[in-house]
């Protein structure tokens, strides 16, 4: 089945149209499908170079490219040092600027990058707070962002925990709605039980 689906993709196997059947047969063998890796990671670093150097608001490759690298990128050690702090930077410095698909899919690339281990659960947080502070306005965006902090908060509190409290405080309107929305949302799934005293009064001055 592998070699029908190497003679099948031929030299159009780095083509968008090929990249979900590449990643699921590259999710069964990486080391097989190695090169064909390597060549659509340059296309990424290409398309976000040509990204980085333009005023555009990006592009539906480069989100395309981003997500197949999040799915894919864990297996191979130069993606997995550089991805995530590539795509944290992009956001970070050109998110208001995207149109609002291509900021979505590219979010969604960077947390699915979380998921496989390629950024750090605080980066995602910071990074996750600072969307909410630049795109004000995309209400379908942050709320795809308040249901991965909340997940990120569920996964692993003890390190949220910080942020979160934080995050209330905060005298940007929107990181402090998204913060007590998610401490609301801990709250009620009964997670941080030995933090209740402490989500409480961080509410309570948020609400002051």
């Known amino acids: 089945v592998g070699d029908m689906a190497t003679s099948s993709l031929g030299l159009g196997r780095q083509s ?5 059947l ?6 069964r063998d990486p080391e097989a499908y190695k090169e064909e890796f390597e060549a659509i990671w340059r296309q990424y670093l290409s398309e976000l170079e040509l990204y980085s150097e333009s005023e555009n608001s990006g592009s539906k490759k480069l989100g395309e490219l ?3 690298v999040a799915h894919c990128g864990c297996h191979f050690e130069e993606a997995k040092a550089r991805f995530g702090p590539h795509l944290m930077d992009l956001l970070c410095e ?3 600027s995207m149109g609002a698909d291509v900021r979505l899919r590219l979010t969604q690339a960077f947390f699915l990058a979380r998921s496989k281990g390629l950024v750090e659960s605080k980066k995602s947080l910071s990074t996750a707070f600072r ?3 630049s795109v004000k306005q995309d ?3 942050r709320k795809f962002i308040l249901s991965k902090i ?4 569920k996964k692993d509190w003890k390190t949220a925990r910080r942020a979160i409290v934080a ?4 005298t940007d309107a929107a990181e402090a709605k998204v913060a007590v929305s998610v401490i609301i949302t801990i709250f009620e799934s009964q997670r941080a039980a030995s933090d209740r005293s402490v989500l409480a009064n961080a509410l309570a001055r948020a609400c002051a």
């Open 131 to 133: 969307l909410v502070r």
């Open 94 to 96: 050109r998110a208001p």
């Open 150 to 153: 909340v997940a990120e908060c």
């Open 22 to 27: 590449l990643q699921n047969l590259l999710k």
């Open 66 to 68: 981003a997500t197949f």
């Open 139 to 141: 209400k379908i965006l």
């Open 167 to 170: 995050s209330t405080a905060a």
């Open 16 to 20: 968008r149209q090929s990249l979900p």
